[in-house]
Structure formats: structure tokens, C-alpha cells
């Protein structure tokens, strides 16, 4: 939290924004752990290039350069060498679209997916019904010339299975072997394809196998494919959830702004503003960007940065952040900062980086995966020769059963998803609470925290206010009170206003519209009830309007007691 108040309180100084010598770019055609790690150690050995930090998740590169003057197109090119796509990303945003891009592309993805995983349940049910034929009750016994033929049968339905619904991992195994390197298409690929060879020559040439050993593993090539691709269309699902509180950030600040001109008011792109522009802000509205109050008075709800629900009184000369929401009046507000300079957009830098970086486990992780899969294609061959050697009969049988089952349960996907999706879990949906997190490593660190102090509004307490009590002066009923209090309140938007409605309307008090309603900011509210003036607020706003408060002062004591916020309720001066 410390840092999101020192970015708070950086605006309208020209403090540089966070992250200067850092950038980003998206990556394409990441799959796991092992293309992670590859990325990193392309961009890691190009020139002025300090730390590089990849996100399998959001597919997106930061890279820490030691220069600022670093030809971005060395970069790609060394990311593209390796074999993945990739493009710089500049402001924040080129980051949002970007996201979407990424949004949209993975919802194709996944529906991509779940075509072929549809075609793959098509296919591999019969195949699976063939190869636990004898399983299954109350089938008959199938003679051997029909055994064949249903072997054959199989084989054929697989064929669709590894050229449509499988290809991908044909295709990212043969790239990652280009490229000298090996992933989790490499298992998946290696483990079916050696499975439906072996099947393959169980069916064509079952006189090469001890008598009674031929046995054909077409269903465990159908159900190992089709189950992966439907754990990667759920994978896409859960990447495209991650990034949803974070964009939530991004909708707090409106798409429009009402600018001032010489020729009157118009509506434009809040990317179209200008530092120097005048913005009209109503009430009730988004501020749109951040500035300096030149004209009116308000109260604004700056919870969004601060955390608390009580409202601000602004007047000319003050500092209004963008995202903050105008309450009672209309101003005018002369545009200091735009783009990624604005509090909001540095938030929103704040999480992504945190969002991009490492907790110590990660990076053991990263360390770990990089030699996974060539350790599992080594523990999958030592496991076929052992049982090819000491294992009972059919050993070959067993052998291959072994040693594909070591190949396609050892998917380093949860090894390098598991850690990252947590943190970006973790992380954003805390900013979506309000709570800003510095990076990975806090949340790791933070099982060791034993003490923990939280402010109470808006935090303990849900910021919403509601009426302890109320108490009228001796010639006056409660009755009274409530109605001529909740007519002028009704007209505003204070917090404490809408509590006093709330709790009159609870009581069954019916009221008439107030007139003349003057909204004070910071102090109260004033208005005609029935050709009575009317003020409510607090007592020193009572105190200005020459009002002895010496009646109520015993209910002022109690309020002092009880730590609640007094609100007076004058009329015709008493």
C-alpha cells in the first residue's frame, strides 16, 4: 500500500513514472514452462538487456534494459529466432488493446479447441468401446478374423485423431526440435505417436510378438489426446478469467470527456485530451483525467485512491484525479496530466508489474522446468528398458504401456501455470478490492507476517453510514425532524445524506420534496420544506448560520462518546 499512496501523492509533480527503463512485449506461441524459460534466455543475451521476466499467463515479456538507446527490433528478431512471434508494447494503451487482442484470441482459441476435442470424443468413443470390447457385459466373444478387422477399424478412427485434434502437438513438437529444445507438445507427441506405432505394427504384423501379446493401445492414444486438448481449452478459459480485475482498473476512468471551448461544450475521446484542456465535469460523473479545480465547488468521492467513503470538498485551486466520481456539483477542471502519466494509469502499471514478477518460488520453478522434459523423455526411455529386460511377459506390452504413461502424465503445464495463475489471481483481485500489491515476492513473504494493522473505514467497515440514533429539541417531535431532514438530504448525494433517507423511509416518515436546494460541500445542505428554510449538517455549519446549539448539546456529548459524526437539523434558525 505504501507505494500505491506514494503514486497518489506524485501527482502534479514530475516525478518519473514507474517502470522507465522497462518494457514490454507480447509474446506468441508460448505453451509451458520450457517456452518461458527459452524466451527469456533469447532476450537475456541480447544486447543492453539486464533482466528479462516472462509471463505465461498474460504472454507477455518485461524486459529491464541497462541503456535507454536498445534497437527494439533486436529484440524481436532474437525472440523470433528462437521461434515464437513477438511485438513491443508502448503505453499503457497499447498494453490494454493488447489485452483485449489477447482476450478475443484466446476465447477463439478455446473455442478452436473445443471443435476439436469434439471430434475427438466422435472418434475415440468407438475406439474406446473396440479396445475394452471384452470388458464391457453382455458383448459377445469377437471371433479373431473380426478382432483383426476391429484392430484395423481403430487405427483408422485414431487417424483423424492425431492429424486434426492432436496436430498441434505434432506441429510444436517438430518446432521445438528445430529449435533444439523440447516442451510439453514434445511429450504429448512422443507418447501417442510412439503408442500408435506400436499398435500399428500389433495390427499389420501381429507374428512379431509372442503369441497372444499383439495387443493394440489405439484407445489410450485417443483418450490421452482428447483429454489434453480439453485440459488446454479449460487452461484458455482460466488465462482469459485472470486479466478481468485488472481491466476492471481500466473502466474506472470514462471513454469520453466534456471539453470546453471557445464555441461552447463538446464530447470527445478522453485520449484526445490535452494537457491545458478544460473539462467539464457534472455531477455525478467520472473525472476524466487528472487536474486542478478552475471554477465551481463539489464534493468528490475519492475512494479509488484512498480507500475512504467520505466525500472531498473541492474548490478552486484543488487537485481532482482522474477515476474519482464528481458527487454534488458541477466543475471546471483545467487538465494536468494525460495518458500513462495519470495516477490511474500508474496504478495500473503498478499492478501489471507486480502481475509480471517472480516470487522466489517461481523462478525455482522456471529453473526446474527447464530441465524437465528432458529429464522425463530420460526417465520414459530407462523405464522402457527395464521392463523390456526384467519386466514379466509380454514385456513389451507392459514396456510401451510404461513408458507412454510416463511420457504423457508428466505435463509440465501445472508446473509452469500453477505459481503464475495464483499470483495473477491473487494479485488482481486485490486490486479490485483496493489493495495494491508491490510484486510476487510480498505475497510469498507475507505467510511469515503475525501482525496486521488495517485502517477501519471502508476496510473493517463498509463505509456505508447508518443512524445511530436522533434526538429533537423539546419543542419539536422526532417525527418532525426526520421528515424535514430526509426532504432536504434526498436532493443530495452525501453518504451520511443517503443514510438519513434510508432511516426515515425505514420508519414509515413521509416527506415532501424540498426547493431551493444549495448543496454546501464539506459542510452541509440547505433548502425550503414547506416555506420553512431548512439546514442540515454539521454543527459548526450550524454554529455559521448564528444557531445556538445549547439544546442539543446533550446529544452532541453522546455523539462525541460513541464516535459517530454529528449532523444538526436546523429550522427557521432553531
Request: hydrophobic fraction near 45%; charge should be negative.
Amino acid at each position: 500500500m505504501s507505494e500505491a499512496a506514494g503514486v497518489a501523492r506524485e501527482a502534479g509533480t514530475g516525478a518519473p513514472a514507474p517502470g522507465a527503463n522497462e518494457i514490454q512485449l507480447r509474446i506468441r506461441g508460448m505453451h509451458c514452462a520450457s517456452c518461458v524459460r527459452t524466451v527469456e534466455g533469447a532476450l537475456e543475451t541480447a544486447d543492453g538487456v539486464g533482466e528479462a521476466s516472462v509471463s505465461l499467463v498474460e504472454e507477455v515479456a518485461r524486459v529491464r534494459l541497462l541503456q535507454p538507446a536498445v534497437d527494439m527490433e533486436s529484440l524481436v528478431g532474437a525472440v523470433e529466432e528462437a521461434g515464437y512471434g513477438a511485438e513491443v508494447l508502448a503505453g499503457t494503451e497499447e498494453v490494454l488493446e493488447a489485452s483485449r487482442e489477447r482476450d478475443e484470441e484466446r476465447e477463439a482459441e478455446r473455442a478452436a479447441l473445443m471443435k476439436r476435442f469434439r471430434v475427438g470424443v466422435a472418434c475415440g468413443l468407438p475406439v474406446v468401446v473396440i479396445g475394452h470390447w471384452e470388458m464391457i457385459p453382455g458383448l459377445p466373444v469377437l471371433a479373431e478374423s473380426v478382432r483383426g478387422a476391429a484392430g484395423w477399424l481403430s487405427g483408422l478412427l485414431t487417424l483423424p485423431i492425431l492429424s486434426y485434434t492432436g496436430r498441434g502437438f505434432f506441429t510444436g513438437a517438430w518446432t521445438a526440435t528445430r529449435r533444439r529444445s523440447a516442451n510439453m507438445d514434445t511429450l504429448v507427441a512422443l507418447g501417442t505417436g510412439a503408442a500408435w506405432l506400436y499398435s500399428t505394427v500389433a495390427v499389420a504384423a501381429p507374428h512379431l510378438f509372442p503369441e497372444g501379446s499383439a495387443r493394440p493401445f489405439y484407445e489410450a492414444v485417443a483418450v490421452i489426446i482428447t483429454l489434453v486438448v480439453l485440459g488446454q481449452a479449460i487452461e484458455a478459459r482460466a488465462r482469459g478469467r485472470t486479466a478481468r480485475a485488472l481491466r476492471s482498473l481500466y473502466d474506472l476512468s470514462p471513454e469520453t470527456a466534456d471539453r470546453v471551448t471557445e464555441h461552447g461544450v463538446e464530447t470527445v475521446r478522453v485520449a484526445d485530451v490535452a494537457p491545458g484542456d478544460t473539462l467539464l465535469v457534472r455531477p455525478g460523473a467520472k473525472v476524466p483525467l487528472d487536474g486542478r479545480v478552475r471554477e465551481g465547488e463539489s464534493e468528490v468521492d475519492e475512494s479509488m485512491i484512498t480507500g475512504e467513503s467520505e466525500p472531498v470538498a473541492k474548490s478552486p485551486g484543488d487537485v481532482v484525479v482522474g477515476g474519482t466520481i464528481n458527487a454534488t456539483g458541477a466543475l471546471t477542471v483545467e487538465t494536468t496530466r494525460v495518458g500513462a502519466d495519470t495516477v490511474l494509469a500508474r496504478i495500473i502499471q503498478l499492478v501489471q508489474r507486480a502481475q509480471g514478477t517472480k516470487p522466489p518460488i517461481q523462478r525455482t520453478v522456471d529453473v526446474i522446468a527447464g530441465y524437465f522434459v528432458p529429464a522425463v523423455i530420460l526417465v520414459s526411455m530407462v523405464t522402457f528398458c527395464v521392463w523390456v529386460l526384467a519386466g514379466p511377459e509380454p514385456r513389451i506390452n507392459f514396456a510401451v504401456v510404461t513408458a507412454v504413461a510416463v511420457l504423457v502424465i508428466a505435463c509440465p503445464c501445472a508446473l509452469g501455470l500453477a505459481t503464475p495463475i495464483s499470483v495473477m489471481i491473487a494479485i488482481g483481485k486485490a486490486a479490485a478490492h483496493g489493495v495494491l500489491i508491490r510484486d510476487g515476492e510480498a505475497l510469498q513473504r507475507a505467510r511469515r507476517v503475525d501482525t496486521v494493522i488495517l485502517d477501519k473505514t471502508g476496510t473493517l467497515t463498509l463505509g456505508r453510514p447508518s443512524v445511530a440514533f436522533a434526538g429533537a429539541s423539546a419543542d419539536t417531535s422526532g417525527s418532525d425532524l426526520l421528515e424535514v431532514a430526509a426532504s432536504v438530504e434526498e436532493a443530495s448525494e452525501h453518504p451520511a445524506a443517503r443514510a438519513i433517507v434510508w432511516y426515515a423511509g425505514e420508519r414509515g416518515v413521509r416527506w415532501s420534496r424540498a426547493k431551493h436546494f444549495v448543496a454546501h460541500p464539506g459542510r452541509g445542505a440547505s433548502a425550503s420544506v414547506g416555506g420553512r428554510k431548512v439546514l442540515v449538517g454539521s454543527p459548526s455549519f450550524a454554529r455559521e448560520a448564528g444557531v445556538d446549539l445549547g439544546p442539543v448539546g446533550s446529544y452532541l456529548g453522546r455523539a462525541r462518546e460513541e464516535g459517530a459524526t454529528p449532523v444538526v437539523v436546523v429550522t427557521d434558525g432553531v
